[in-house]
């Protein structure tokens, strides 16, 4: 095994090599573990029967020193087996009744993601005064980190937190309406995909009237986008406004004519529509049909 500590106190197998770059310092993980203790076959701990693991902050919310240190030397997709001693794992007391004292651990770790947060970070900690100063470039990069943060959110099921970061990222793109034609694209561009995300947000949540408003604010900025007329359609779908919905859902279908997703939605609209109007039509025939007991009194109704 590979000896990573330098005192041999955290080592190193790796069983399925990973991709692209390593984590850095002040990253937010997403990782699968297991922790072992000698000649035991099941876990003490471990976070595998979990659907969509929590995202965890480096330095923050990760307490084995060597799963810290372990995680610096992987890359996204890769699979490794850890040994850590007790200096690196749960020291000389250990952690009763679990662990014994002065105990060495095995830990399996898989990285399944990665988002290097510090700039960002490091962007939020300043004032708007100060953010303001900064070049688009930089704060291009820090809405997408803060996108890719919601997204994973969303992954995971946390719509509220999801929300939460996209609209953090709307809010700085927001700031920077002024910047000269030539930049104004690469604002509209990214802005277009935090409302889309917004949009979608808001259908998981069950809110259609905000999801309706993020998904026009969207078409404001590219009006045939496919996906931003869906998404009005579902919403008004939601709210019973089946004209409107038909109507953003055929301009979608026009964009995508082969798009599953739109194809189906279209059939549900007229399969809840032909419900809505066997339910009217029955009212009315209640309303409208004569009683079982014949005419009412003399004062009538």
């Known amino acids: 095994m590979q000896d990573i500590s330098g005192d041999r106190g955290v080592l ?5 090599e990973g991709t692209g770059d390593l984590v850095a310092p002040d990253s937010s993980v997403l990782v699968k573990y297991s922790g072992y203790l000698e000649h035991m076959d099941k876990p003490f701990d471990s976070n595998y029967f979990r659907k969509t693991p929590r995202l965890m902050k480096l330095g923050e919310d990760i307490t084995l020193w060597g799963m810290e240190l372990g995680l610096l030397t992987m890359r996204r997709g890769e699979l490794a087996r850890f040994l850590f001693k007790p200096t690196y794992a749960y020291g000389v ?30 962007f939020f900690a300043l004032t708007a005064e100060q953010q303001d100063k900064f070049p688009l470039q930089k704060v291009l990069k820090v809405a997408t980190t803060e996108r890719e943060f919601g997204n994973c959110l969303f992954r995971q099921n946390r719509f509220y937190d999801a929300k939460a970061r996209y609209k953090r990222a709307l809010l700085l ?31 998981k949540l069950g809110q259609p009237p905000q999801a309706l408003r993020y998904g026009e604010q969207a078409l404001s900025i590219n009006q045939k986008n496919a996906k931003a007329l869906f998404r009005c359609g579902q919403a008004c779908l939601l709210m019973t406004e089946y004209e409107k919905a038909r109507d953003f859902l055929v301009r979608a279908q026009r964009e995508q004519p082969f798009n599953h997703d739109i194809n189906n939605e279209l059939k549900k609209l007229a399969r809840d529509y032909r419900v809505y109007t066997d339910k009217e039509r029955e009212m009315c025939q209640r309303m409208f049909s004569p009683g079982d007991d014949g005419a009412a009194g003399e004062d009538g109704w």
């Open 12 to 16: 190193k197998d790796v069983l399925r």
């Open 173 to 203: 793109l927001r700031r920077r309406q002024s910047v000269p034609l030539e930049e104004r694209h690469l604002v509209e561009a990214d802005k277009l995909l935090v409302l889309l995300n917004l949009s979608f947000t808001y259908l």
């Open 93 to 122: 007391l250990g952690c009763p009744p679990l662990i014994p004292p002065n105990t060495t651990v095995l830990f399996e770790i898989e990285l399944l993601d990665f988002l290097d947060s510090a700039e960002a970070d490091m």
